[in-house]
């Protein structure tokens, strides 16, 4: 995944305004390799980059815990009813 880093028209997407902090490309849209590292460099159009890679962590894991060990329930005693 790339952020933008500074706001450029992607000539090669109709134009397509990006502002900082976008992530780059939108959504439903295909990039290659190669445009990816003239983005992320200095060698396109505006000399400078304008994209920068984003590492992408998987969310953790939910810990699994084992249910606590039940106290074990004592047989109730019966009352005795006195009349």
């Known amino acids: 995944m790339y952020r ?6 992607d000539l090669q997407d ?12 939108r959504k439903g849209i295909k ?7 003239e ?3 200095p060698n396109n159009k505006r000399g ?3 994209i920068e890679a984003v590492k992408v962590e998987k969310p953790a894991e939910p810990k699994v815990e084992e249910p606590a060990a039940e106290a074990e329930e ?6 005795n009813k006195r009349s």
């Open 4 to 9: 933008v880093i500074e706001y450029f028209t």
């Open 14 to 25: 109709d134009s397509y305004a990006y502002s900082v902090g976008d992530t780059f490309p």
């Open 31 to 37: 990039v290659s390799e190669d445009r990816l590292k």
């Open 39 to 41: 983005l992320s460099s």
């Open 48 to 50: 400078r980059a304008l």
């Open 74 to 79: 004592q047989p109730k005693k019966k009352k």
